[in-house]
C-alpha cells in the first residue's frame, strides 16, 4: 500500500490547458538551467537550485500561476516543482547547519551530494511525466 496517488487526466478539458503546460516546461526548463549550472560550474547542484535565478524565477512563475491550473492534473506538477524547491533549500539548511558544528561536516557533504541527486531525479521525473501527460504522485491526506 502506497502513501501516493495519481490523479486521472481529464481529457475533454485537456485543450485548454495547453497554455498552462506550457508555462509547466518553461518552469522546468528554468530549474533544469540551475541543475545544469551547478553541474557544470564551481557551484553545487542544490545551491544552484535553491540560489540561481532560473530556479527563483520559476518558483515565482509557479505561484502566479497555480490558480490557472487549480483541480486539474496539471496542479500536480505545480506542487511537485515547489516541494522540490522547497525541500531542497530545507536539506541545504540542514547541510549549513551540519557544517557550522564542524563535527557533521562529512555528514553535511553526503546532505548535499544526495539532495543535488534528489533535484535532479525530481526535474527529470516531473518533466517526463509533463511530456507524457500524466500527473505526479501526491502524498495522500
Known sequence: MTDYEVQPVRVEAD???DGPRAWCHVMYGLHALSAASGILSSATIIGAFVFGWPSIIAVIINYVTRDRV?????ATHWRWQLRSFWF???WLLVAGLLVITLIGIPAA?????G????????VIRGWLALLDRRAMPLPTA
Open 88 to 90: 531542497a533549500a530545507l
Open 15 to 17: 485543450e485548454q490547458l
Open 70 to 74: 487549480r483541480d486539474t492534473w496539471l
Open 109 to 113: 557533504f553526503m546532505v548535499i551530494v
Open 115 to 122: 539532495t543535488g541527486l534528489w533535484v535532479l531525479y525530481r
